[in-house]
């Protein structure tokens, strides 16, 4: 767990007022701080590996595939960390892949001679309960709103409150999708740098700790530490709104080479 996660989540004890609540945040921040002085896992799921690769446009890559180096690489840390392996290699058939192997891939090309790697293992719970949503662009700000709120709403205890909102507005319904799992990346509480989504995320925080859904949906006032927005350009015809959510155990580490 990040420094940024775990402040949240001390912060938020401070604000909590149900006993239910109070008690499951200071079981979480002492699981945290367990996992990290035994350097075990703090969350039996350990995970869909989801890698962000940014490749600086200057970089050549020799001696192999990345894309395969990268599962390598995700196969030997689940192996001899002895992560728990949750992927199974076809969505029908169910049989699993041993290795938690393949992993999820997004690679893009920017300015420079830099390579950028960000490893965010995503649990299961969570992402189930994620939704996507192609909006009429009458439905506005309310609508995107609206829908933020009825998907925690509806998604209730069962990804593991509080949670991380990622929410990726624009483009297709692919990108937002993306988008929103960006989101989940930035610091807990940090703001998107355009005011007036800045204030959406202000304001979505404040309704979604009113649904009165609590830490591990145990009641009351913390149900989000974070709601983190992403915008890209849209089709005058559509406002697709994506929402990933992530469970207290909001993990991900990058390393730039």
């Known amino acids: 767990m990040g ?16 006993p239910g609540g109070k008690e499951i945040l200071k079981l979480l921040i002492e699981n945290a701080k367990i996992a990290r002085e035994e350097n ?21 890559i020799v001696g192999g595939d990345i894309n395969k180096a990268i599962n390598e ?10 992560l ?4 199974v290699g076809d969505p029908i058939k169910r049989v699993n892949t041993g290795d938690n192997t393949p992993c999820v891939i997004h690679t893009k090309i920017v300015p420079g001679e ?3 790697i960000t490893v965010a293992p995503k649990g299961g719970g969570s992402e189930n309960m994620s939704a996507l949503k192609m909006l009429k662009p009458s439905d506005g700000v309310e609508g995107v709103k609206r829908f933020v709120i009825e998907t ?33 990346l930035r610091d807990i509480g940090s703001r998107n740098p355009q005011r007036h989504i800045a204030e ?24 989000a530490l974070a709601v983190h927005i992403e915008t890209f350009a849209a089709h005058i015809a559509s406002l697709p709104v994506a929402v990933n959510l992530n469970c207290h155990a909001a ?7």
């Open 152 to 184: 925690v709403e509806t998604a209730g205890p069962n990804p593991c409150p509080p949670l991380v909102v990622g929410v990726g507005i624009g483009g297709t319904m692919e990108k937002a999708a993306i988008l929103a799992k960006e989101a989940l």
């Open 200 to 223: 959406l995320e202000k304001e979505l925080l404040q309704d979604i700790n009113k649904l009165g859904i609590g830490p591990q949906g145990m009641g009351g006032r913390v149900t």
């Open 114 to 116: 830099k390579l950028k």
């Open 84 to 87: 728990r392996k949750s992927i």
């Open 251 to 257: 993990r991900h580490k990058c390393i730039v080479l």
């Open 40 to 60: 075990i896992p703090m969350c039996q799921d350990t995970g869909f590996t989801v890698v962000f690769v940014e490749i600086g446009q200057d970089v050549h």
């Open 3 to 18: 420094e940024d996660v775990l402040h949240s989540l001390k912060k938020s004890l401070e604000h909590e007022v149900s």
């Open 73 to 82: 690489g995700v196969r030997r840390g689940y192996q001899e960390g002895y």
